[in-house]
């Protein structure tokens, strides 16, 4: 799997290039007609991600050695922004027209608003037959508005509770936690370990909190409610309230470690994943990312024993599976080139 989406996204990468490469002679002569297409010349292409440590920055200077060897012409110019600083930056450069070409694309209402402010391009005609088979349709759609496609996906990260093997030991919970109920008896558990946090959470970063609501919204709303509440931005639908209440009755179980409404996500020993890496929480509820973020963390910057568990209902499972995908942006293609980034001439 993880072949196939890296091949996937090798081909969404040189069709971008392709784009990029023929903004300038592909454009309008003043006389109604295009100039001539050129994708062969050398190109840079510049791509931001939010991998900026261990495994991930790795992955990204391995991937565009493969870029390289699979489009010779094409040279990837890798920028591997923190990801708490990733949605402001690229922000602040799609507005002063200094995007980078192609740029980790979250998806979802972000999506959104950058299609709506024509930001990003539309990939459709350039995803083959070949590449739709091997991605899959449910996942590609997740990519689309109005029935096109703006993103291109490599990876899918499932998600789940992360938790530390030796500290559901050292509490005496032997199973990990596959229903709620469960859950709520492990944190029981947990909170007899002096100086554990049952659950890790980086409030202060939003997202990891946000977590918590939308995976209990999977659980309550159905399909059909959760795409027409994303076009009509209405949460009139009973079952939102439902999993606020859900939310609600956990948090006033108080299972997350002290201040967490002031705990950062990922930077530092002190962050919701530096608390798991250290074993001062036993568990975190994270994207399949999280292993590589912990490692960084830990004193020996190696893995710590962790698991991964999910008390979610079978039918929302697959629903439950965050995915990553690139986007390329417009912007970028009518900013004037600077001379130490290697383009073609218009």
Not at 134 to 157: C, D, F, N, R, W
Not at 321 to 332: E, L
Not at 333 to 341: D, H, T
Request: aromatic content about 8%; proline content about 7%; hydrophobic content about 35%.
């Amino acid at each position: 799997m993880t072949r196939k989406f890296r091949g996937a996204a090798l081909i969404a990468l040189g069709a971008s290039a392709a784009l990029a490469m023929t903004a300038c002679s592909g454009g309008d002569d003043g006389n109604g007609g295009g100039g001539s297409e050129d994708t062969t010349s050398p190109v840079t292409l510049h791509m931001w991600t939010n991998a900026s440590t261990g495994p991930g920055a790795e992955y990204f200077a391995q991937f565009a050695k493969d870029v390289h060897a699979k489009y010779p012409n094409i040279t990837l110019d890798i920028q591997n922004i923190q990801n708490e600083n990733y949605d402001g930056k690229l922000q602040t450069a799609i507005n002063s027209g200094s995007a980078p070409e192609i740029f980790y694309q979250r998806g979802g209402g972000k999506m959104g608003d950058m299609v709506d402010a024509g930001q990003v391009l539309d990939l459709s005609d350039l995803i083959t037959d070949e590449t739709k088979t091997a991605i899959g349709e449910g996942v590609l759609k997740s990519e689309q508005i109005e029935g096109k496609t703006y993103a291109m996906p490599y990876t899918v990260t499932p998600g789940g509770m992360w938790y530390s093997e030796d500290l559901f030991k050292q509490a005496g919970v032997t199973t990990p936690p596959a229903t709620m109920d469960e859950l709520n008896a492990a944190v029981t558990k947990l909170k007899g370990v002096s100086g554990v946090a049952p659950i890790a959470l980086g409030g202060k970063d939003a997202w990891p909190a946000a977590h918590w609501y939308y995976w209990l919204a999977l659980r309550e709303c159905s399909e059909d409610t959760l795409n027409s509440t994303a076009q009509s931005l209405k949460f009139d639908d009973p079952c939102w309230t439902k999993a606020g209440d859900d939310l609600k009755s956990f948090a006033d179980t108080q299972p997350f470690n002290k201040g967490f409404l002031t705990t950062s996500a990922q930077q530092g020993a002190g962050s919701s994943a530096g608390l798991l890496a250290n074993h001062k929480a036993a568990q975190e509820l994270m994207g399949a990312w999280e292993p590589g973020v912990v490692a960084s963390l830990t004193p020996d910057q190696k893995p710590s024993p962790t698991s991964a568990s999910t008390p979610s209902r079978p039918s929302t499972a697959a629903r439950a599976t965050p995915r990553r995908s690139w986007a390329a942006s417009t912007a970028s293609r009518a900013r004037p080139r600077r001379p130490s980034r290697p383009a073609p001439t218009c």
